[in-house]
């Protein structure tokens, strides 16, 4: 196997102690652990720089950026290779630019989108390797596949991202709504026949 991970830290000290002998043995090539909660990042810290692992996956977006303070530079330091989840906080994100046309600034990086806009922020962190949008609409898979073109934001611009969007109303209420407020995400991409009108009202899903 590729790669195991301990998911939510569950039972961490005991599954990894296993890991690291399946790892020793062959059976498994990289071991890591994964979180969603700032609440466990000393947890995952700790991890990073004590039990020799080799990725981790947190959440992060640019709304949630705690993990940038010591977690993600812990990670640099010590050669773990990132995954994000929640990059979308599950659909959250959305509500408060929906109706809203993305900055014209945007196209300097490529972003043509708000998926692409948010995702970009995440991806453009040196510590971070890949990220898990989450969607299970094929049209939101082509969309959240173009944060892989074009520039990626420098820190200047990073920061300009945050600015512009802690300056739209309801960007503060983002984790008060519902998760994937307006729809019911199943986990799986759905086949992409289906009446254009119904795929145009679709809300915007993903992490």
């Known amino acids: 196997m590729d790669v195991q991970q301990v998911h939510s830290l569950e039972n961490y000290d ?16 990289y071991i890591g652990a994964t979180h969603w909660n ?29 993990c940038e303070e010591r977690l993600l530079p812990a990670c640099a330091d010590n050669g773990v290779v990132v995954q994000i989840n929640m ?44 990220v898990i949008p989450a969607t299970s609409n094929p049209d939101h ?9 074009g520039e990626l934001p420098d820190n200047a611009m990073r920061a300009r991202m945050v600015r512009h969007m802690e300056g739209i109303p309801g960007f503060a209420d ?20 289906r009446a254009p009108a119904r795929r145009a009202a679709a809300p915007r899903g993903g992490a």
């Open 141 to 149: 898979v082509s969309d959240n596949l173009g944060a892989l073109y």
């Open 174 to 193: 983002t984790l008060r709504q519902p998760p994937y407020p307006g729809k019911s995400y199943g986990g799986v991409v759905t086949w992409p026949f």
């Open 14 to 29: 005991q599954v990894l102690h296993l890991l690291k002998q399946w790892k020793a043995e062959g059976r498994v090539r």
């Open 87 to 130: 990059p979308f906080e599950k659909a959250r994100l959305f509500t408060c630019v929906q109706g809203q046309r993305v900055p014209e600034w945007a196209r300097e990086f490529g972003a043509t989108t708000w998926a692409q806009f948010f995702l970009k922020y995440v991806i453009s962190h040196p510590a971070v390797t890949n």
């Open 38 to 66: 700032a609440e466990c990042y000393d947890t995952l810290e700790r991890l990073v720089r004590t039990a020799d692992l080799d990725f981790i996956q947190v959440n992060y977006s640019i709304f949630s950026r705690r």
